[in-house]
Structure formats: structure tokens, C-alpha cells
């Protein structure tokens, strides 16, 4: 007996139904509509009645202890953004931190994510009261998200930070983080993160050269030194925003090392919009440029960053409005491009977090939204509300759509 058969789902672009059996977690079986399955023996079932049903949305990068902070950011730049944020970090107590990363993880998870990566500010061994937290929320929410968590410190510039680091990465957070191109050092910066990577077997996830200067090309760096330690795949950079302002030669050139390197690459453009050109007339869109690297080979994700804190006022862990956005950033306006935009939050990054290939097909893990539409191209251009998510073959949250006319 099967826990759940779908009936009438869409799951590709045709308009052809399929009812899908979910049992253990997995995807049991897809058949076209209306065959066996429609009478199979199952626990419960829903008729879909020609929506589309999606692979579980993911966030890559966000940042669950700043969210929610609501602190005003009057410039809008990178700079003040970090000011205003450790002037407020100091005086955070443990409750603000655990509802506000509570009510994101709830957004997103209505929203259809069904995994999400975290960076986690890091200070010294005594200051890891966000690593604590967070890693209580992962075994709380264990049934409904799939949590990995990264190191955001600067390990380079004192050695306490490094050891917090450390700590932290002991107490359980599965990446090594860091900031280069914040640091007095950005190749000193690299080098200490692979450092702390060999040490503890974890692999690297940093943000890499969120700026508008052309020189500041520390992804280069990162790719060699990825290679030469044989850390291919198990790194990932986020921003790379200082890569869309250098000519093409240099582009073609350092894409080329971060494709050898098998570098996966998050473009954030919801916070990159926000924060970057801020001083430059005309103001330029400040994304690394995705399409360049998606030919070249690279896994490119997409993702949120900072939701409703000073680096970003705006966000809601809604992944299809961010796939949607991307679109239109990085001019993917193409069918093809459309649905690689989608890729980019379903896909692309599941596949970057280890949690399999993220397609809808026998075995795989059955992580699945129900979205309000009847064609898989409307969950791309505009996105549509998530009537109901399944969590490893589970129901978890259903949302009900109503309009009345009078
Ligand atoms: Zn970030």
C-alpha cells in the first residue's frame, strides 16, 4: 500500500497528467494519468487536478541569524549595512534570534523549501550563542527542512576568530565560511579557510568579492587554490559580483579556472541589487554575470542572502519570486533560460548540497510542492501560490487559495 498517490499532476512541460505514488519517503512510481495507479491501494491521496507539481525549492544562502533584525540601512551600501549590524549584534538575546530565524524558516517552508544553507556570523569561542541556536532549530525542524549551516568569520585576521571558528565548526556547522574581500588580506583569507578545511575534513562555502572592483578578482585565487588541494566540488561562492565588471578576456579567463574547479557559483540578486552600485552613475546591476557562467559549465544556484535585516529590507523566503527575479537580472527571458532560472533554486543547488539530483522520478527522495497553476512555465513567470509541500513523501503545510467576486 502506497502512503500517497498524487493524481493529475503536471510535471513537465507537456500537458500530458501523471499520478504519482509516494511510499518510504520516495517517489514510488509515475504513471500517466488515469492507469493503475488511480486505483492502486493508498493510504491517502489528493487530485491535482492539472496543477503543476514541482521539485522542493532551495536556499543555498541566507542568513537565519540576521533576519527579521529590521534595522534601517539609510545609505543602502554594503559599508553601513555592517556598521548598523555590529552595533545591533552585541545587545541580541536568545529569544530575538530564535524567533526571528523561526518565523523565516516558517516563511520558507510555506513557501515550498524544502532545504536551505545558513551562514552564521562566528565571533570568538565565547560568542556562539547563534551557533547554538540554530543548531537546536536544525533537530526541531529536522522532519520538515533540510539545514546545513556555514561559518561566516574571519579566520585570518586573529587568531580567535579562528578559533570560534573551529569551535563552531566541532559543534556541528558543516562548512567553513569566511568574507575575503572584507579582509585586510583577501588571499591570507582563502588560504586560512582551506586551512581550517583540511583540518576538519568540511568542505568551503565563502562570500567571494561582493564589489564593484574590477581588481578585486579573489575568485581567481580561489579556483587555483582549489585545484592545487584537490578540493574540486566541495566549494562554493557566493556574490562574485566584481566579476561582472571585468572585460571579457579576464572573464572568459578566470569562468575557465572556477569551471575546472567545479566551483558552484550563488548569484544573490534580490540583496546585490540593493547593496551594490550604489556610488557608480549609471548604476550598474552589480549580479555576477550567470549566463556566461551556465555556458561555461558552472553549477549557478540562486538564492535569497539577507531577508529583512540592514543588507536587505526586502525577501520572504519565497524561492519561485526569487527564480523570477533572477530572470529578469540576468536577461533569462528564453523558455530554456526560464526553466534554467528554475533549476537555479530546485535542481542546481540540491545537487550542491549532496541531497541528490532534485528531479521528479522514481527513487528520489519525494521533496514536492503543489503549485496553483496548470502550466510548469507560470511557476517561473509568475509565480504562483504553494497549496501544499511534501517533505520526504510527508504533507507538512498546506496553504487554501480563496477569491470571491461580488
Ligand atoms: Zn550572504
Known amino acids: 500500500m502506497f502512503d500517497w498517490v498524487l493524481r493529475n499532476a503536471r510535471i513537465s512541460d507537456d500537458a500530458v497528467r501523471v499520478d504519482i505514488a509516494l ?3 520516495l517517489i514510488a512510481a509515475i504513471e500517466p494519468a488515469g492507469g493503475d495507479l488511480a486505483e492502486a491501494e493508498t493510504a491517502e491521496k489528493r487530485d491535482l487536478n492539472g496543477r503543476v507539481l514541482l521539485p522542493g525549492l532551495v536556499d543555498i544562502h541566507t542568513h537565519l541569524d540576521k533576519t527579521y533584525s529590521t534595522l534601517e540601512n539609510k545609505s543602502g551600501t554594503l559599508g553601513e549595512a555592517i556598521q548598523v549590524w555590529h552595533k545591533h549584534r552585541e545587545h541580541r538575546t536568545a529569544s530575538q534570534i530564535q524567533q526571528a530565524a523561526e518565523r523565516a524558516l516558517q516563511n520558507a517552508i510555506q513557501n515550498g523549501v524544502t532545504a536551505m544553507r545558513s551562514h552564521i556570523d562566528i565571533g570568538t569561542p565565547n560568542d556562539l550563542l547563534p551557533v547554538e541556536i540554530l543548531l537546536d532549530l536544525r533537530q526541531k525542524y529536522a522532519t520538515l527542512i533540510d539545514l546545513q549551516f556555514v561559518t561566516l568569520g574571519t579566520a585570518a585576521d586573529k587568531p580567535e576568530w579562528a578559533a570560534g571558528m573551529r569551535e563552531a565548526l566541532d559543534m556541528g556547522v558543516d562548512f567553513v ?7 585586510k588580506d583577501p588571499k591570507a583569507e582563502i588560504d586560512a579557510a582551506f586551512v581550517l578545511a583540511e583540518e576538519t575534513g568540511k568542505p568551503i562555502d565563502l562570500h567571494v568579492d561582493e564589489t564593484e572592483d574590477p581588481n578585486m578578482i579573489s575568485l581567481e585565487y580561489l579556483a587555483e587554490k582549489t585545484i592545487k588541494t584537490g578540493m574540486q566540488g ?6 562574485c559580483c566584481s566579476l561582472g565588471f571585468v572585460d571579457d578576456e579576464v572573464q572568459r579567463r578566470i569562468i575557465g579556472k572556477v569551471a575546472e574547479a567545479e566551483i558552484t557559483i550563488v548569484t544573490l540578486p534580490s540583496c546585490n541589487l540593493v547593496l551594490m552600485g550604489r556610488t557608480i552613475s549609471p548604476a ?37 519570486q526569487l527564480a523570477n527575479l533572477n530572470a529578469h537580472v540576468a536577461h533569462m527571458t528564453g523558455k530554456t533560460e526560464l526553466y534554467e532560472s528554475l533549476n537555479m533554486v530546485t535542481q542546481r543547488p540540491r545537487i550542491s548540497m549532496g541531497l541528490g539530483d532534485g528531479s521528479i522520478k522514481v ?4 521533496d514536492l510542492v503543489i503549485v496553483d497553476c496548470t502550466q510548469k512555465l507560470e511557476a517561473i513567470l509568475a509565480p504562483p501560490a504553494r497549496l501544499a509541500t511534501f517533505k520526504q513523501g510527508k504533507l507538512i503545510v498546506e496553504t487554501e487559495v480563496q477569491t470571491k467576486w461580488h
Do not use: E, M
Open 23 to 25: 511510499q518510504n519517503g
Open 363 to 366: 527513487g528520489n527522495q519525494a
Open 177 to 183: 565560511g569566511g568574507c575575503p574581500a572584507l579582509c
Open 234 to 239: 566541495r566549494v562554493t561562492a557566493g556574490h
Open 284 to 320: 550598474p546591476r552589480g549580479t555576477t554575470p550567470v549566463k556566461k557562467l551556465l555556458a561555461a559549465g558552472v553549477n549557478v544556484c540562486a538564492a535569497s542572502d539577507n531577508v529583512g535585516d540592514p543588507f536587505n529590507p526586502f525577501g520572504s523566503y519565497d524561492l519561485l
